[in-house]
């Protein structure tokens, strides 16, 4: 199956969904112990809705932003491009890609696939649908929970190995 990556690590791919990282550290940012609360109902900086205008503009995925037990949230806000390596976008399959250092969780526009984008592992790569039917000018919130590990003895710190928004489409015919 063709397909063309957008890596959102790099300015021209930001540039291409009108796009930028903004993170921010806590299971709930701003708020006391990273938010770690006794029988938390869930973070709502998985929401599309959430304001994130307090947060920093992340320019870089791969620099380590804490060390020791933590939680980051990073989050983007992008549009689908009418092409892609000039290929028209429109009708086409689109996944996002990434790979969180240690531990992370995938929320699109507020919601979590549970069999691919909830924490899978140390270091996993992960694969989420976003859509299969894209229209140029779609607008998508992509929230990333990153946690460092392991749990019990943390070591090193959080950071995005990678970050791709891939189209696929069908040969004609297919």
């Known amino acids: 199956m063709p397909r063309a990556v957008i890596d959102l690590n790099t300015s021209s791919g930001l540039a291409a969904v009108k796009g930028r990282w903004k993170y921010a550290q806590g299971l709930v940012p701003g708020e006391p112990n990273e938010g770690l609360i ?7 900086a998985r929401l599309p809705d959430y304001d994130d205008s307090g947060w920093e503009v992340c320019q870089d995925l791969g620099k380590w ?20 390596e000039g290929h028209p976008t429109t009708g086409v399959r689109v996944q996002f890609e990434t790979c969180i250092d240690d531990y992370g969780e995938l929320w699109i526009d507020g919601e979590c696939n549970r069999d691919r984008g909830a924490v899978q592992g140390f270091n996993v790569p992960q694969r989420v649908l976003i859509t299969d039917d894209a229209r ?3 607008q998508h919130t992509i929230a990333l ?11 090193g710190a959080v950071f995005v190995r990678y970050a791709d928004l891939a189209f696929e489409w069908r040969e004609p015919g297919y």
């Open 65 to 84: 932003v804490s060390h020791g037990f933590s939680f980051v949230w990073y989050r983007i806000n992008l549009t689908f491009p009418e092409t892609v």
């Open 136 to 138: 140029p000018g779609e």
């Open 38 to 44: 006794s029988q938390l109902e869930g973070s709502p």
């Open 145 to 155: 929970l990153a946690a460092n590990g392991p749990m019990a003895a943390p070591g």
